[in-house]
Nanobody, 125 residues
C-alpha cells in the first residue's frame, strides 16, 4: 500500500510560481512512476506531467511545457511539480498518483495504482 499526500497549493497571482510536493509512504516509493493531474471546477481531470521511477524520463501536457517541471527525490520519497509563469487557467485541484511498473509513463488517471487527495491551486489576475 502507498499513501500519497500533496502539499504546496495556495493562492498566487498570475505570473507567479508555486512548487507542489507529493510525499509518499508505504511500498518502496522509488519503484513507481509518478504523475500529476489536475481538475478544474466543472471540467474533467487532465494529465499534467509524469516521471519514471528513476527520473530519467519525463513528459508534459502541451499546455504546461516550458512552464512546469516534474522531479523526484528518492531520499525524501517525494515528487515535485515546479510551476512557473502561472496563469488563471492553471487554477485547479492538483493530484499526484503512483503507477507500476515504474518504467512506463501513463497518461490516464484511472491507470494509476495509488492517488492522493489533491491540493488546490488558485491563480488570480
Amino acid at each position: 500500500q502507498v499513501q500519497l499526500v500533496e502539499s504546496g497549493g495556495g493562492l498566487v497571482q498570475a505570473g507567479g510560481s508555486l512548487r507542489l510536493s507529493c510525499a509518499g509512504s508505504g511500498h518502496p516509493f522509488s519503484s513507481f512512476a509518478m504523475g500529476w493531474f489536475r481538475q478544474a471546477e466543472g471540467k474533467e481531470r487532465e494529465f499534467v506531467a509524469v516521471i519514471n521511477w528513476n527520473g530519467g524520463n519525463t513528459d508534459y501536457a502541451d499546455f504546461v511545457k516550458g512552464r512546469f517541471t516534474i522531479s523526484r527525490d528518492h531520499a525524501k520519497n517525494t515528487v515535485y511539480l515546479q510551476m512557473n509563469s502561472l496563469k488563471p487557467d492553471d487554477t485547479a485541484v492538483y493530484y499526484c498518483a503512483a503507477s507500476f511498473p515504474g518504467n512506463e509513463l501513463k497518461y490516464d488517471f484511472a491507470e494509476y495504482n495509488y492517488r492522493g487527495q489533491g491540493t488546490r491551486v488558485t491563480v488570480s489576475l
